[in-house]
């Protein structure tokens, strides 16, 4: 099964509603020493008792963390995520695993790591679709999200209301950590989507 058939049967899951945190210029040295004291805090149980690391370093691209109590994995694959933005944004390309590792530490920190992976897989789900948020993928993104629609390595993958909520959300907390103008102009765009009926939870 393909990575990105992987983190489409994902859609179902729900991404619970999260604050978003105010921040500063971003930072990569800053932020990468702030992600790493986050990742040792939880490697010496420091962290919150449900969970515990694997023994992953924070240049590893897979980290993996098991829930204590059920003795569950939660994956973070950062592997590729440089390539969305190779031909499209060098700039981004060089920086941007670091950005997401850190982004990715940051929500793990304030709730869990099983949240953090959600909004993690979603993200990527987006760029992948979107080719690195290029201007010129803009419209077909757009469009199709509105039909409840998303394309991936060419193939059209119906979205359920629930999914299109969590990758909206998602792309709003990541360009609120770190705002950069292609992925501005995809956020302008969301006006023009009818907006996800979501199922109230009792």
């Keep these: 099964m393909s990575s990105s058939q992987q983190l489409l049967e994902l859609?179902?899951?729900?991404?619970?509603?999260?604050?978003?945190?105010?921040?500063?210029?971003?930072?990569?040295?800053?932020?990468?020493?702030?992600?790493k004291s986050?990742?040792?805090?939880?490697?010496?149980?420091?962290?919150?008792?449900r969970y515990r690391s694997d023994g992953f370093l924070y240049e590893d691209n897979v980290w993996s963390f098991t829930h204590t109590l059920l003795q569950n994995s939660v994956l973070f694959d950062f592997e590729n995520i440089h390539s969305y933005f190779a031909s499209s944004n060098p700039k981004i390309s060089k920086i941007i695993n670091d950005v997401v590792k850190c982004w990715?530490?940051?929500?793990?920190?304030?709730?869990?790591?099983?949240?953090?992976?959600?909004?993690?897989?979603?993200?990527?789900?987006?760029?992948?679709?979107?080719?690195?948020?290029?201007?010129?993928?803009?419209?077909?993104?757009?469009t199709n999200?509105?039909?409840?629609?998303?394309?991936?390595?060419?193939?059209?993958?119906?979205?359920?209301?629930?999914?299109?909520?969590?990758?909206?959300?998602?792309l709003n907390n990541f360009y609120e950590y770190f705002p950069f103008e292609e992925l501005e102009y995809y956020i302008d765009q969301f006006q023009y989507i009818r907006q996800p009926e979501l199922k109230k939870k009792y």
């Design 11 to 35: 859609e179902d899951l729900d991404i619970e509603d999260i604050d978003i945190f105010p921040t500063e210029v971003f930072d990569v040295e800053t932020s990468i020493r702030q992600a």
């Design 38 to 49: 986050i990742l040792m805090d939880i490697e010496n149980e420091n962290y919150d008792y």
């Design 104 to 142: 990715s530490c940051d929500i793990t920190n304030n709730y869990s790591p099983k949240t953090a992976a959600k909004f993690l897989n979603k993200l990527k789900v987006a760029m992948q679709s979107s080719s690195g948020f290029t201007k010129e993928n803009a419209y077909e993104f757009i």
């Design 145 to 170: 999200l509105n039909d409840r629609l998303i394309v991936i390595n060419g193939k059209t993958v119906p979205l359920t209301d629930s999914a299109l909520h969590s990758i909206m959300l998602s």
